[in-house]
């Protein structure tokens, strides 16, 4: 069984809506799926998925951990793939304790005697929580958008997921162990270590645990879903974390792929259908077939991921930018042509689109402010 953890550093940048869609494209490919809503506290997959108020969910599970798991599993409309709901009246429910996290893993991997691929949507931020479910697997995704704020907090939960990849590989006591936590505690000592730096410290200090680690990392390849982009030029930004993984944290990302914005997808939604059931030659439909055809063949017992390929991942990722900005435009073309789309839909669309433009200006100008009092206070960035 694959597992397949969806995250994000920040909410809004349509992470459940992609592990939704691609739950369905992977189920319609003949995989057997489940689809799991981890974003306690605030569940909402079961509305894409088109379910009403699901009468069970994860949070019937959390109440009572030694009964039947398999009554919060439901079955849906697309052959292949099963739901399991998340519980959003249950106040606290995103602070799992302990055994009540081990307990879930455990019964979750218990699936694989009748499952292919396990998807967790998981919530957005980095709750010790979050981030142990995203290391469940070494080839979680990690879904951003072009804004300023959501790269930037993609690039932060992909660090606190390595920092806690180091903590459950140092034994508590031993000299890694109590290195980490030095510079947990010290601040401003934080700000200038480097991933690469710290690991060559630890080796000195302790080289089993730096072996225990790396053992680990070296299966931790991250990889990327860039959204909501309107323009080629969005996908770019991609290689921004690509670089910063690199260089700061030592870990190599790959590049999945790009979805652009795309209003059809809240008229899904509405319709409580996902979008590549509601319209599958939509532009961002299509995008997600690619993607899905991608995880599909990286479960391969050939594939490989070496830097070559993951060249070839960004690549590729452009041209696809390219190669959907003209079937979108040509699809703005053809609704115009048809009358299904007037001019005045469209200058709706461009000033909202504008709006949006002046929003992510000025989240731009407040970081680049930030940024140049941090550098003034002889911090390093």
Same mark, same amino acid.
């Given at each position: 069984?694959?597992?397949?953890?969806?995250?994000?550093?920040?909410?809004?940048?349509?992470?459940?809506?992609?592990?939704?869609?691609?739950?369905?494209?992977?189920?319609?490919?003949?995989?057997?799926?489940?689809?799991?809503?981890?974003?306690?506290?605030?569940?909402?997959?079961?509305?894409?998925?088109?379910?009403?108020?699901?009468?069970?969910?994860?949070?019937?599970?959390?109440?009572?951990?030694?009964?039947?798991?398999?009554?919060?599993?439901?079955?849906?409309?697309?052959?292949?793939?099963?739901?399991?709901?998340?519980?959003?009246?249950?106040?606290?429910?995103?602070?799992?304790?302990?055994?009540?996290?081990?307990?879930?893993?455990?019964?979750?991997?218990?699936?694989?005697?009748?499952?292919?691929?396990?998807? @967790?949507?998981?919530?957005?931020?980095?709750?010790?929580?979050?981030?142990?479910?995203?290391?469940?697997?070494?080839?979680?995704?990690?879904?951003?958008?072009?804004?300023?704020?959501?790269?930037?907090?993609?690039?932060?939960? @992909?660090?606190?997921?390595?920092?806690?990849?180091?903590?459950?590989?140092?034994?508590?006591?031993?000299?890694?162990?109590?290195?980490?936590?030095?510079?947990?505690?010290?601040?401003?000592?934080?700000?200038?270590?480097?991933?690469?730096?710290?690991?060559?410290?630890?080796?000195?200090?302790?080289?089993?645990?730096?072996?225990?680690?790396?053992?680990?990392?070296?299966?931790?390849?991250?990889?990327?879903?860039?959204?909501?982009?309107?323009?080629?030029?969005?996908?770019?930004?991609?290689?921004?974390?690509?670089?910063?993984?690199?260089?700061?944290?030592?870990?190599?990302?790959?590049?999945?792929?790009?979805?652009?914005?795309?209003?059809?997808?809240?008229?899904?939604?509405?319709?409580?259908?996902?979008?590549?059931?509601?319209?599958?030659?939509?532009?961002?439909?299509?995008?997600?077939?690619?993607?899905?055809?991608?995880?599909?063949?990286?479960?391969?017992?050939?594939?490989?991921?070496?830097?070559?390929?993951?060249?070839?991942?960004?690549?590729?990722?452009?041209?696809?930018?390219?190669?959907?900005?003209?079937?979108?435009?040509?699809?703005?073309?053809?609704?115009?042509?048809?009358?299904?789309?007037?001019?005045?839909?469209?200058?709706?669309?461009?000033?909202?689109?504008?709006?949006?433009?002046?929003?992510?200006?000025?989240?731009?100008?407040?970081?680049?402010?930030?940024?140049?009092?941090?550098?003034?206070?002889?911090?390093?960035?």
């Amino acid at each position: 069984m694959v597992v397949i953890p969806i995250a994000s550093g920040k909410g809004g940048v349509g992470k459940s809506l992609a592990a939704a869609n691609l739950a369905v494209a992977l189920a319609q490919a003949g995989k057997r799926v489940v689809l799991v809503d981890l974003d306690l506290g605030a569940s909402n997959l079961h509305l894409v998925l088109g379910f009403r108020s699901p009468a069970r969910g994860i949070g019937t599970f959390l109440n009572n951990t030694k009964g039947d798991f398999s009554q919060v599993i439901t079955k849906t409309d697309v052959r292949g793939l099963r739901f399991i709901p998340g519980d959003q009246e249950m106040p606290g429910l995103a602070n799992l304790k302990s055994f009540q996290r081990n307990a879930l893993v455990r019964r979750l991997l218990s699936l694989e005697s009748d499952t292919d691929i396990l998807i @967790l949507d998981l919530g957005a931020g980095t709750h010790q929580s979050i981030l142990d479910f995203f290391l469940l697997s070494g080839q979680g995704i990690v879904i951003s958008s072009p804004a300023v704020t959501a790269t930037l907090n993609a690039y932060v939960f @992909l660090k606190n997921s390595v920092f806690r990849l180091m903590y459950t590989k140092f034994t508590k006591g031993t000299e890694a162990y109590n290195y980490l936590e030095r510079v947990r505690k010290d601040s401003s000592g934080n700000q200038h270590l480097y991933i690469p730096q710290m690991l060559k410290e630890i080796e000195k200090i302790d080289p089993e645990s730096h072996k225990r680690f790396t053992d680990a990392a070296v299966h931790f390849h991250p990889r990327l879903i860039m959204n909501m982009i309107e323009d080629p030029k969005d996908a770019e930004v991609a290689m921004k974390i690509r670089r910063s993984c690199e260089e700061y944290l030592d870990i190599k990302v790959e590049h999945l792929g790009v979805m652009y914005r795309d209003g059809i997808q809240d008229t899904a939604l509405s319709s409580r259908l996902p979008v590549v059931l509601y319209k599958p030659q939509a532009v961002i439909s299509q995008a997600i077939y690619r993607i899905a055809d991608k995880i599909l063949e990286s479960q391969e017992d050939n594939f490989t991921l070496t830097n070559e390929a993951i060249d070839d991942s960004f690549h590729e990722a452009s041209l696809e930018a390219e190669i959907d900005f003209e079937n979108k435009m040509e699809y703005v073309e053809e609704l115009l042509h048809t009358g299904a789309l007037t001019q005045g839909d469209l200058l709706e669309t461009v000033k909202s689109q504008q709006l949006e433009i002046s929003k992510l200006r000025k989240e731009n100008n407040y970081l680049k402010l930030k940024l140049t009092q941090a550098a003034s206070n002889g911090l390093k960035v």
